[in-house]
């Protein structure tokens, strides 16, 4: 399965026109390995300069870089955790979703009506917070329910050790809190993973501005809110202008990069979206090169080189012999792999080595 990161936010806040741009965007078909795209899904490519990078040198006949999945996620209004609107709908699309984007309205305009009769990006974030707080708390009381007689009377050892996490978990629900501000450690974490809780995904905020502010964001009222409140969870906040982005989205690359300029922005909000997106779920990418293709796969941080290899094929990883590895850094400085392998910085990695982000990997097999 692909790697999803779900929009929410409440309505007229940006939400519908920033997934338009993600739509607009979209990866080819031909490029994208899985069948079917879902017409509330958009597969976008991870933004790379290194694959760029790597084209000038091989000139490949095939570029393909690495993709990522916005769902667009319908029916949030005030009371969704108890089924108002789409309530129920909303939930379980949100709950497949391995991180959730949560875009909050930052700009004035009279003619967009605010569901809650005004532009208060505090208030709309809350909003939203307390439906995934009040779901997951729904969603541990009833696993409690399930499973306290196990664990208070018949001292089952596996229902204690959850029984106790789940009660940690409701505790900070009913202060309000997410589940992610509790400090679990890996086999807490492993554990009520099964629960799939919202509020356990990562969170990035998205600070939809106007086309006037966005290219200085830090004179933005609401933005320097939501920034603060972002900080105090430890949360990122990425400011952007829906409405620029699927502008940017109509656009070729040459036009794009001109826009851009014109408003003084080094790159796209979307953009930035789809990195922060793929790093806060702690990925990364290892490269292949060559003629015939340059290719950008993720993996997750800490993988092994066997692991990797598996990215690509199964039968990589189970006949994996070595990886021939070198860095980008190093083949961009140096201008070839020839170039590379006589400066010696050209490595030979067994079953041991983890992977580093921007390694150009070859590996040998049998099977």
């Given at each position: 399965?692909?790697?999803?990161?779900?929009?929410?936010?409440?309505?007229?806040?940006?939400?519908?026109?920033?997934?338009?741009?993600?739509?607009?965007?979209?990866?080819?078909?031909?490029?994208?390995?899985?069948?079917?795209?879902?017409?509330?899904?958009?597969?976008?490519?991870?933004?790379?300069?290194?694959?760029?990078?790597?084209?000038?040198?091989?000139?490949?006949?095939?570029?393909?870089?690495?993709?990522?999945?916005?769902?667009?996620?319908?029916?949030?209004v005030k009371g969704a955790s108890k089924g108002e609107g789409l309530g129920n709908q909303f939930?379980?699309?949100?709950?497949?979703?391995?991180?959730?984007?949560?875009?909050?309205?930052?700009?004035?305009?009279?003619?967009?009506?605010?569901?809650?009769?005004?532009?208060?990006?505090?208030?709309?974030?809350?909003?939203?917070?307390?439906?995934?707080?009040?779901?997951?708390?729904?969603?541990?009381?009833?696993?409690?329910?399930?499973?306290?007689?196990?664990?208070?009377?018949?001292?089952?050892k596996d229902a204690i050790v959850e029984y106790n996490i789940l009660k940690k978990i409701k505790e900070v629900l009913l202060e309000g809190k997410p589940a992610r501000s509790l400090d679990l450690d890996k086999d807490e974490t492993l554990l009520v993973k099964n629960f799939a809780l919202l509020t356990l995904k990562p969170m990035i905020y998205v600070a939809n501005m106007s086309e006037e502010e966005i290219g200085d964001p830090e004179n933005n009222e609401n933005y320097q809110k939501v920034k603060a409140y972002a900080e105090a969870e430890n949360n990122l906040v990425i400011p952007i202008s829906a409405k620029i982005e699927e502008e940017l989205s109509e656009m070729d690359k040459e036009d794009k990069d001109m826009f851009l300029q014109d408003l003084g922005i080094s790159e796209s909000g979307l953009d930035k979206v789809i990195k922060a997106a793929y790093n806060i779920l702690g990925l990364c990418t290892f490269l292949t090169a060559g003629e015939d293709e340059c290719r950008a796969w993720t993996f997750h941080k800490g993988m092994t080189a066997p692991e990797c290899a598996g990215v690509i094929h199964t039968d990589f990883q189970r006949g994996f012999i070595k990886a021939e590895v070198?860095?980008?850094?190093?083949?961009?400085?140096?201008?070839?792999?020839?170039?590379?392998?006589?400066?010696?910085?050209?490595?030979?990695?067994?079953?041991?080595?983890?992977?580093?982000?921007?390694d150009v990997m070859h590996f040998r097999f049998n099977v």
């Open positions: 399965m692909p790697l999803t990161a779900g929009i929410v936010g409440l309505p007229n806040v940006g939400k519908s026109t920033l997934f338009n741009a993600i739509t607009k965007s979209q990866v080819e078909a031909a490029n994208y390995p899985f069948a079917t795209i879902q017409p509330n899904v958009g597969v976008v490519e991870v933004p790379d300069a290194r694959i760029d990078r790597l084209v000038e040198l091989f000139k490949p006949k095939k570029t393909i870089y690495t993709t990522f999945e916005f769902t667009d996620i319908a029916g949030l939930l379980s699309n949100i709950r497949l979703c391995d991180a959730i984007c949560h875009v909050v309205r930052c700009f004035e305009d009279a003619d967009i009506t605010h569901v809650e009769g005004s532009v208060d990006p505090i208030r709309d974030i809350e909003i939203i917070n307390l439906e995934l707080v009040m779901a997951d708390l729904q969603t541990v009381e009833n696993r409690i329910g399930k499973i306290e007689r196990k664990a208070t009377m018949a001292k089952e070198y860095s980008f850094e190093d083949i961009d400085k140096y201008g070839s792999e020839q170039a590379v392998k006589e400066a010696g910085r050209l490595r030979i990695e067994g079953k041991e080595y983890i992977a580093q982000d921007g």
